[in-house]
């Protein structure tokens, strides 16, 4: 399995905004927050592995 960094860029109700860190990209991600730590803000470090998304 790969590793992929994310920032969370914005949060907005529901879902949040991710771009990744690891690789010069401006694509954005939409995902549920559901799926996040709890404990997220933006500006917050991710890492995406095995399908769960941690703060890093």
Known sequence: METFYYE???IDGDY????RTDIDSDEI???ARALLPAEIME???LRY???QYTLV
């Open 8 to 10: 969370v860029i914005s």
């Open 16 to 19: 949040a905004n991710l771009k």
């Open 29 to 31: 991600k939409l995902v």
């Open 43 to 45: 500006g917050s470090n």
């Open 49 to 51: 592995e095995m399908f």
